[in-house]
């Protein structure tokens, strides 16, 4: 029925980094990339190293940023994702029932929000499941695959709010921020992302009084916003038959009507009513130094050092990029130079090389020369949407080394950029890192559905099909004075660092029985800083 009434249709796929459109009735490799008439975009990728299993991954680009840029209430977005994972009702079916179906059929789905899109991953099996009978009696069930596109088609057209699911939600958000007040490493992060962003609601942790305040509505309203048809991408990898599994897109997610919830669509606000338009915002300046002191039993210390850096494919937050920066900066380029630095690719695997060799010198430098700390770490945001970003150094320490550890850090950065320079050591021993990692990794499907996310969205320009596909010839291009310019395009100056310490005070009346244990976390800028779905 849906057939006649929606009938579908394949259209080539359309990217934005320069490779030419691809065919609508091709399977290339490694992966067959298309569109279906109703503007959803598809990758489907053959990987047979999980053994009949399967990963999807279902974007929609927006998250806490569409909040703000279309005029939700704060943590609408979040809350509402988290109200998705936590219902489940669909059409005339109950929780109840949709949950005994994905547990008969073996799937596992997990919705998350971050700061700039709302992600829903699938797991599942590609064999039979929900077999009935035994022997020659043996009724095949569907395979776990068409049951996940039973499940995506409902999710999209379909999915019914409950209340009890918006409490179970509202409860999480809670029990998340009141945890963040207690904890060190939590609420010292939270502290500097509130100085750099000038308190910006898209970065920080949603405060109990603004969970209390979002409706069923509210939450309905914003999720369903970003989940028109157009706005979609279905990235699916696993150990099965290709054809097979772009046959069932095309009969279960083809038939999506295009119109598909564009009673919910907002307009956007313009940038002078005061919504920051898919960026970061830019850095007050000078930076600023934040002491934190938390009560606690335990005496220990965290010391942070950020700045601004560019997302994940090279964006800084004014709209140009490090490829532009480098060329600028460059006189004595060649052409070859210039050309190996505008491949869209160049700035990615800049930056993951350029983590990868911080870490080692705060590694050798703070912890093994210094014996500052047991830990220090260099992370980027690494937004793909979002232009711009940041950098966040941390460290582990005594308090009575805190500060010392801190120096160390910056002194560290310092040296990277001026006494002691990358050196062609240090980036072939990076670079052996990245590649065996990306190999490593290439081996689960979840990987592929990540790598595969966003290559037809034109919201990240330079992230396609050759992302995937020149990803090892980048990196052994990628030279010592590549990433030395590179480095430069990070905010690394004095004034423009934001520094921090939080530390524990004892407090007398405490005794061992009513102490709290605080969970130790890494804290990373992003989603699992705190924010939006902590865990």
């Known amino acids: 029925l849906a057939m006649e009434k929606n009938p579908p249709a394949w259209l080539g796929g359309k990217f934005s980094d320069g490779t030419p459109d691809t065919s609508p009735n091709t399977i290339t490799r490694p992966f067959t990339l298309r569109r279906l008439s109703n503007g959803i975009r598809i990758g489907v990728a053959y990987n047979p190293h999980e053994s009949q299993r399967g990963h999807l991954r279902l974007v929609a680009p927006g998250g806490r940023d569409a909040e703000k840029r279309l005029g939700f209430k704060k943590g609408s977005m979040a809350i509402g994702a988290r109200t998705m994972q936590e219902g489940g009702a669909f059409g005339p079916w109950t929780r109840e029932q949709v949950e005994l179906f994905c547990v008969d059929h073996l799937l596992m789905v997990e919705i998350n929000c971050s700061e700039e899109s709302i992600t829903v991953d699938f797991t599942f099996p590609t064999t039979n499941v929900g077999n009935v009978g035994f022997g020659d009696d043996l009724q095949l069930g569907i395979t776990g695959t068409e049951s996940v596109m039973q499940i995506v088609r409902e999710i999209i057209g379909g999915f019914v709010w409950e209340q009890d699911a918006l409490g179970r939600s509202k409860s999480s958000f809670r029990a998340t921020h009141e945890s963040l007040l207690k904890n060190l490493e939590n609420l010292s992060t939270e502290k500097v992302m509130e100085a750099m962003t000038s308190n910006d609601d898209r970065f920080l942790s949603i405060d109990v009084p603004s969970v209390e305040d979002i409706t069923l509505e509210d939450a309905k309203s914003a999720v369903m916003s970003q989940m028109y048809p157009s706005n979609l991408e279905i990235s699916i990898s696993g150990d099965f038959d290709v054809p097979q599994v772009l046959e069932m897109v ?57 700045g601004s850096a560019p997302n994940a494919w090279g964006y800084l937050s004014d709209g140009s990029t490090v490829a532009e920066k480098i060329l600028e900066m460059d006189n004595r380029a060649s052409d070859y130079d210039k050309q190996r630095r505008r491949h869209p690719l160049f700035a990615h695997v800049a930056l993951l090389l350029l983590s990868e060799i911080a870490n080692r010198r705060l590694f050798s430098n703070v912890r093994e020369r210094k014996q500052l700390t047991y830990d220090a770490n260099f992370s980027f945001t690494g937004f793909e949407r979002l232009l711009g970003g940041w950098f966040l150094v941390t460290v582990t320490a005594s308090k009575e080394n805190a500060q010392k550890a801190l120096d160390a850090c910056k002194e560290t ?118 924010g939006a779905l902590t865990g």
């Open 413 to 530: 950065l310092h040296s990277l950029r001026k006494t002691q320079p990358i050196t062609p050591d240090n980036v072939e021993s990076a670079r052996r890192v990245v590649l065996n990692r990306h190999e490593f990794q290439l081996r689960t499907t979840q990987y592929w559905t990540e790598r595969m996310s966003g290559l037809q969205e034109e919201s990240i320009p330079l992230k396609g099909p050759l992302s995937f596909t020149d990803f090892q010839a980048v990196a052994e291009a990628i030279t010592s004075r590549d990433l030395q310019l590179t480095l430069e395009t990070l905010g690394l100056e004095d004034n423009q660092l934001y520094t921090a310490i939080g530390q524990t005070v004892q407090t007398a009346s405490e005794s061992d029985d009513s102490e709290e244990k605080l969970v130790r976390q890494a804290p990373v800028i992003g989603m699992r800083r705190g």
């Open 250 to 306: 095309y009969k279960y997610i083809g038939t999506i009507p295009a119109d598909t919830n564009k009673e919910y669509m907002k307009e956007e606000r313009k940038e002078s009513e005061g919504a920051p338009i898919g960026r970061v915002p830019a850095l007050p300046a000078p930076g600023k130094f934040i002491e934190l002191e938390l009560p606690d039993s335990d005496p220990r210390a965290v010391a942070y050092v950020a």
